[in-house]
């Protein structure tokens, strides 16, 4: 059960996935359930929203996961391997968040910070994919070992900074997604939750994304989230303010 509590603005807020259990006074304090797969059999209260994610069955043998991939990613992840790039887990955080937050700001998405990412940690793996040195590409996961779920929470490349053979990058991030898969197959996970599909979206940068996940194969599902009041309102609050980078 991935269950932690997240601090906005001096405003603890708990967060929950996949496994929800709502007390009496939960559901007017800030409280967040996302992709809600088990209550326990008790309703939870709240203002409810359906997203969607992308799910890949870590059940199946190694062979079958690697051959639903397209055609060109089983090349690109071969070529890494014959290139010599690495890949490991590392608890390195804070070198994480800088390498995270460089990539951020040229993207225009919201930054991380150590605290933040410390806050998670009891559920937090973080991967990272090298080459001669230098890291090219790091993910980092919310691992849920009641539900057996994985679910990738960042990723982040130098595929933006001009001196880095970008085609190299491109190919080590798809690397490091195969490798943490099997990973976590061996661990005893069952589902590795890609972290969300825009679904019917005419962005073009989310189009791009969304084909990148599915290009890995597995089943586009929907996700039930459900904001406690309390979190309803703060959040409503935040974005009148025009704090919505403090209150997701």
């Known amino acids: 059960m991935i269950k932690y509590r997240m601090n906005y603005s001096g405003i603890g807020v708990g967060v929950s996935w996949y496994i929800a259990r709502q007390g009496f006074l939960d559901s007017f304090l800030p409280n967040v359930y996302y992709h809600v797969k088990n209550t326990g059999g008790k309703e939870l209260k709240g203002v409810e929203d359906i997203s969607h994610t992308l799910e890949i069955d870590l059940r199946q043998p190694v062979e079958t996961l690697h051959g639903s991939f ?50 998670m940690k009891p559920f937090l793996k973080l991967s990272f994919a090298e080459y001669q040195g230098t890291v090219l590409a790091v993910h980092s996961y919310l691992v849920d070992e009641d539900t057996k779920i994985v679910r990738t929470f960042h990723s982040a490349t130098r595929r933006l900074e001009d001196n880095i053979e970008r085609n190299r990058v491109g190919k080590a991030n798809k690397y490091l997604h195969y490798k943490d898969m099997i990973a976590f197959k061996e661990m005893g996970i069952e589902t590795y939750d890609f972290g969300g599909i825009a679904k019917d979206t005419e962005q073009k940068d989310l189009k791009g994304i969304n084909e990148f996940k599915m290009g890995f194969g597995g089943e586009v599902v929907p996700c039930r989230n459900v904001y406690s009041y309390g979190y309803y309102l703060m959040r409503k609050v935040s974005r009148m303010l025009g704090l919505t980078g403090k209150v997701e």
């Open 70 to 119: 397209q055609k060109s990613y089983r090349q690109q992840i071969r070529q890494s391997e014959e290139e010599g790039i690495t890949c490991y887990f590392s608890d390195d955080i804070p070198f994480f968040v800088d390498f995270f937050n460089q990539f951020a700001k040229v993207k225009n998405i919201h930054t991380v910070t150590v605290e933040r990412m410390m806050e």
